[in-house]
């Protein structure tokens, strides 16, 4: 009985996999009719991989048209709100970062080259850092948490003046140390399951981890809108929610760990377009 018993298991789970409903990999990504987004690029001569796949190409056919329209995109609820925070003057300086900013388009192009190293601090800039600075030095305003909702609003809002742009990451000069850093930290493996993120993302791409389709774990798409928990997702979440997947100890949001495996994973995906804001599983 037991035997028979596991042997339903095994094909019920079988089954399951099977029905699953896989994105057609395909498919290309045309938001509101009108603007191409490059979800496929050449990888570079030194890449373990042989082709650049955004997330995008990963997802159910369902959660792709999500992305396509921007009013059936979930992530404009919280643009929305970026916006209303960005207009908001807060802090001992009566500011708003559009008393600065005036135009949120001025803003056209930072998604793509982020991270990058300040040569004032030694060490990499990330939007929220950028954000937070200016809430700090400029503003008066106490500093937001690293992915809670009004950074990741206001992260949405800046990356979305990018989109369609090519991710271009500087990996050479004063950032090489960082690079070699956060390329140590992908290939090395962690936790009581002992694995890196090489082993899903660069062996395993492709293959279906219970009802998940393993993509090549872009990053072009961040912040990004996950059904899972109906929210805006920061990139250092995303790194976060990984480790402890693995039965990992993870390194803090905001962590010099954490930017420099950033700025390794955000330059695997040079030539992608930015897709910000994304919708993900």
Known sequence: MKKFTRTLTCILALSTITTVAIADEDAELVINGDL????????????????????WRFRTNETQA?????????????IEQGEDLYAKVDGSEGKSC?????DVASFEGLKS????????????????????????????????????????????LISLQSRGMPINVKTDGEAAGAYD?????????????????????EDNYGNMIRADHLSQ????????????????????????GCMKNIRATPFKEGSDEFRA??????????????ESPSVRN
């Open 36 to 55: 191409n987004i490059s979800t496929k690029a050449a990888a570079p001569a030194d890449s373990a991989l042989d082709e650049l796949i955004s997330g």
């Open 66 to 78: 999500l992305q396509m329209d921007d009013f059936d995109n979930p992530s404009f609820i919280f």
């Open 98 to 102: 559009a008393s600065c900013h005036e």
């Open 113 to 156: 080259t982020l991270p990058r190293h300040n040569a004032t601090t030694g060490k990499l800039d990330t939007m929220e850092t950028l954000v937070n600075d200016c809430r700090t030095e400029r503003m008066g305003a106490e500093p937001w948490k690293w992915s809670k909702g009004k950074m990741t609003a206001m992260t949405s």
């Open 181 to 201: 850093l956060g390329k140590e930290l992908y290939y090395t493996r962690v936790g009581q399951l002992d694995m890196s993120c090489a082993n899903c993302h």
């Open 217 to 240: 774990g872009q990053i072009n798409g961040f912040p990004t809108y996950r059904l899972k928990n109906a929210k805006m997702n920061s990139i250092h979440a995303r790194f976060k």
């Open 261 to 274: 495996l950033e700025l390794y994973v955000a330059s695997r995906g040079n030539g992608l377009s930015v």
